[in-house]
């Protein structure tokens, strides 16, 4: 498969001058010590090749000290130092290797213009391909001399559009390799394509009996089939990002000294400033609370469900959501250098997936593109000399040309990543990242996230036996006024009643809790220290004039499923971890019904990732199983990821897998399949590597016209395909019930 041609690149625009590089290292990031990193887009990166290229000619420049490519953002990360006073020319080293670059943009939304030209090419060359291989028929049939040259003449003419629209993809790409001194596999597809076409058209002015022009199209045909799978599949790896970004407002209200509020834009926030963070609004980037209280969502960051209350000169996030009324914040960082900010960097670094099969075929790619061309200029010179006739000289070498293309090679992969994928989908798996397949038969350790996928992530009353049904009633019908999570639970668990209470003067504080009047007595319905005015370490108490009437305890629904996969994973020799942002009281809960011994509680995203990083340090595979939007950069930095259908929007695209049920046992099932699917793979690249040993002694031979090279070229590509098609469906396990935390633990 075809993998490195010219695409349409967004971002913004450099020229290669001196200016451009200081211009360039103004928007770079300071990382102390002297030390710079800059990003760089670069749209023409498509292949383990292209990432060589890009990393060795950046290496290769004075002060740079790292290059890091990312294959599926089409981005470059690099670190460098200045050399003596002058900032490096990132640009002309990679405009030396043939590359163009600039600066990526900061969000891009709509249509993917590459894509939809892709997808015009494909159409483009599958109605030529087609109508061709329908005249052929004829011709083929014996159709008189009259017939044949008109349909060789219309072959001809429907030929065109697909050679020089179609496949200009290809000739852009092989030209760019060639005019830097390299070499792609997209050179002898060029070359193949026009000598077939010309071959053919001279076969045609020359009324010879056959032409090939369907051979030239549908090779067209098939390899853009194969580029528009790999770009849709690495379209769907950058999504995480945009959505993370798209969270964070485009800017903020800065309170002046004199009282008054300017909006500045996102990039023009510094630190120090003093930002006004409306009812509704995000904060833009971390900071210190200045005064009175601010009832935060922080699911953003923690992916826990309970709002937490933040008191003057305690410290905000970027990112967490204002529940209440307004506030001052005093930004300690910019923008640039926040909470999200880290977890965007965070998710880019990880996105670069870079699987042992891909760079196996790409490898192989490299080796066939000098292979073949050398080939295939001995047959013709040996053919020539020995016959004195170069039309069939000529006609033995496209042959080699095009039997010997790589796509079953191409297709080894990702046909059984595709089939894989549909299967999965049957048992309500998604795959977001194809080589996630392979990544995942190396797992070893699986880590967990608590709320949202162990549990339910909806609190749940429990003990109502040991709560005085009046005090259950009194405070149901004081929860109905709030949509607090808690209070919801309260309600869903309480007592209905035909002519429920009704209360007046009532005021929800925010992080405190609830009260009313009812009768002449002042109810409260919250925190202790707030309804009680001491501290007893309950999380929630209902009082009458500051009385304790009853004490609620709260849990979660275990996901069903939970306990028999934790099981079936120790069963299997997995280690199985899990991390949370939640407290060690409900994370010990949890991890105590489930039999999970490794917990670690009151961890931030950052510190999830660095627990995830020490496991690989000591030579771990992690699997990262998680649904918040905290979860993202875990989720990314893991070695594979899964996330519920239930995940926030972020956790979802971040993941490589989503399934779409309510059961766990479902990785067990994907674990399964993957290693099903690994094996289909090897015998895919045994088939692959047979059809070319065999293939090309018998196109050398002369054995071989342009046609049938390229239905055996073809015939490669299906018994892959079929192969593929082998994989077994996932079996349905049997529905369980769920259980709560209390039930798991009696």
Not at 51 to 62: D, H, Q, R
Not at 186 to 214: M, Q
Not at 270 to 292: F, H, S, Y
Request: proline share 4%; hydrophobic share 50%; with cysteine.
């Amino acid at each position: 498969m075809s993998c490195c041609s010219a695409e349409i690149g967004l971002g913004v625009p450099l020229s290669r001058t001196s200016s451009s590089a200081e211009e360039l290292a103004i928007a770079s990031r300071d990382l102390g010590n002297g030390l710079r990193q800059s990003v760089l887009s670069v749209p023409a990166m498509h292949c383990a090749a292209c990432i060589g290229a890009v990393e060795a000619a950046l290496v290769g420049v004075p002060g740079v000290k790292r290059a890091r490519a990312n294959l599926s953002l089409r981005r470059v990360t690099i670190e460098w130092k200045r050399d003596g006073h002058a900032a490096p020319d990132l640009l002309g080293a990679l405009a030396a290797v043939g590359y163009d670059a600039n600066l990526p943009a900061a969000e891009i939304d709509g249509e993917d213009p590459a894509l939809a030209g892709l997808v015009r090419a494909l159409a483009v060359a599958g109605f030529c391909s087609m109508n061709i291989m329908l005249l052929s028929v004829s011709v083929w049939s014996g159709a008189d001399e009259a017939t044949r040259q008109t349909f060789h003449a219309i072959s001809a003419l429907l030929a065109l559009p697909a050679v020089f629209y179609a496949g200009a993809g290809f000739y852009r790409s092989a030209w760019q390799a060639l005019s830097h001194g390299r070499t792609n596999m997209d050179v002898p597809i060029s070359v193949g394509i026009l000598l077939t076409f010309a071959l053919s058209l001279y076969d045609t002015v020359t009324n010879a009996p056959h032409a090939y022009f369907e051979a030239a199209t549908s090779l067209i045909f098939v390899l853009l089939i194969g580029r528009v799978l790999d770009h849709t599949m690495r379209r769907k790896a950058r999504s995480a990002v945009a959505a993370l970004t798209r969270l964070i407002p485009r800017g903020a209200n800065v309170l002046q000294n004199d009282g008054s509020l300017d909006f500045l834009e996102l990039g023009d926030i510094k630190a120090q400033m003093r930002l006004r963070i409306a009812a509704g609004d995000r904060v833009p980037t971390d900071g210190v609370l200045e005064d009175g209280r601010a009832e935060l969502d922080a699911a953003l960051i923690t992916g826990e469900s309970l709002w937490r209350s933040v008191l003057a000169g305690e410290s905000v996030r970027a990112g967490e959501l204002n529940l209440g009324n307004p506030f001052v914040v005093r930004a300690t960082n910019a923008p640039a250098d926040s909470t999200v900010a880290e977890m965007t960097r965070m998710i880019e670094a990880a996105e670069d997936g870079r699987s042992r099969y891909r760079r196996l075929a790409d490898r192989a790619a490299g080796l066939y593109a000098p292979l073949v061309h050398s080939l295939s200029s001995l047959a013709f010179i040996i053919w020539f000399i020995t016959t004195g006739n170069l039309h069939t000289a000529l006609t033995t070498s496209v042959a080699l040309l095009i039997i010997t293309c790589p796509c079953a090679l191409g297709l080894a992969v990702p046909m059984v990543q595709i089939v894989l994928a549909r299967r999965l989908f049957e048992r309500g798996v998604m795959a977001t990242d194809g080589s996630a397949f392979e990544r995942l038969r190396e797992i070893d350790t699986v880590v967990f996230d608590k709320t949202g996928t162990l549990t339910t992530g909806v609190p749940r009353l429990l003990g109502t036996d040991g709560i005085a049904p009046e005090a259950l009633e009194i405070a149901t019908a004081l929860a109905r006024t709030s949509i607090h999570p808690v209070a919801r639970a309260i309600v869903a668990a309480g007592v209905s009643t035909e002519k429920p209470l009704t209360f007046t003067n009532v005021r929800e504080t925010a992080g405190m809790g609830l009260e009313g009047r009812f009768g002449g007595d002042l109810y409260r319905l919250g925190r202790p220290e707030w309804a009680l005015g001491i501290q007893n370490g309950a999380l929630t108490v209902l009082s009458k004039n500051g009385v304790a009437l009853a004490y609620f305890s709260f849990g979660e629904d275990i996901r069903r499923g939970a306990r028999d996969l934790v099981d079936t994973l120790k069963a299997r020799n997995f280690d199985v971890v899990l991390l949370s942002g939640d407290s060690s009281k409900a994370v010990d809960l949890v991890a105590g019904a489930l039999g999970i011994t490794d917990r670690r509680a009151r961890l931030l995203p950052t510190e999830k990732v660095r627990a995830i990083k020490d496991l690989q340090a000591v030579g771990r595979r992690v699997l990262m199983i998680g649904d918040g939007i905290n979860d993202a950069p875990a989720l990314r930095a893991a070695d594979a990821s899964m996330a519920p259908t239930s995940a926030s929007d972020i956790g979802r695209s971040a993941a490589d897998f989503v399934f779409l049920g309510h059961d766990l046992r479902v990785v067990a099932d994907v674990f399964d399949s993957v290693q099903k699917a690994a094996g289909l793979i090897r015998q895919n690249f045994v088939l692959a590597a047979l059809y070319n040993l065999i293939s090309l002694p018998v196109a050398f031979s002369g054995y071989v016209t342009p046609l049938i090279a390229a239905l055996a070229m073809s015939s490669s590509s299906l018994i892959v395909v079929a192969n593929a098609l082998r994989l077994a469906p996932v079996p349905r396990p049997r529905e369980t019930v769920a259980k709560t935390v209390l039930e798991a633990r009696t």
